[in-house]
Nanobody
Framework: VQLQASGGGLVQAGGSLRLACAGS????????MGWFRRAPGKGREFVAA????????YYADSVKGRFTISRDNAKNTVYLEMNSLKPDDTAVYYC???????????????????????WGQGTLVTVSS
């Protein structure tokens, strides 16, 4: 079972990037999926997550209004559209998935990395000032 993230790179402040995370080895259509990030010298933090139906999405306050998470269950893929990027968004971004989250409605579970079972290898996003 793998989650393969792609789309990272170097961008100037104010620019945009679109990350993608493709799952293989099993279907993730019934799983909650999300993105976390780890900035240099910091711990892993929640960025965004989406329910398996795609009906609800959750965001960290720091990215709300700038980032959009979406998913295509037919392609077993989750996306993160990142706009108005800031230098503080510089980090390695990890996609993640959990079949347990289909039983939860509250945002708190989706924000908690202990609920996730599968993790991608990460893709580096660097935002220059």
């Amino acid at each position: 079972v793998q989650l393969q993230a792609s789309g990272g790179g170097l961008v100037q402040a104010g620019g945009s990037l679109r990350l993608a995370c493709a799952g293989s080895g099993r279907t993730f259509s019934g799983s909650g999926m999300g993105w976390f990030r780890r900035a240099p010298g910091k711990g892993r933090e929640f960025v965004a997550a989406i329910r398996w139906t795609g009906s609800n999405a959750y965001y960290a306050d720091s990215v709300k209004g700038r980032f959009t998470i979406s998913r295509d269950n037919a392609k077993n893929t989750v996306y993160l559209e990142m706009n108005s990027l800031k230098p503080d968004d510089t980090a390695v971004y990890y996609c993640t998935a959990s079949s347990r989250l289909q039983y939860y409605d509250g945002a708190s579970a989706y924000r908690d990395d202990t609920y996730y079972d599968y993790w991608g290898q990460g893709t580096l996003v660097t935002v220059s000032s």
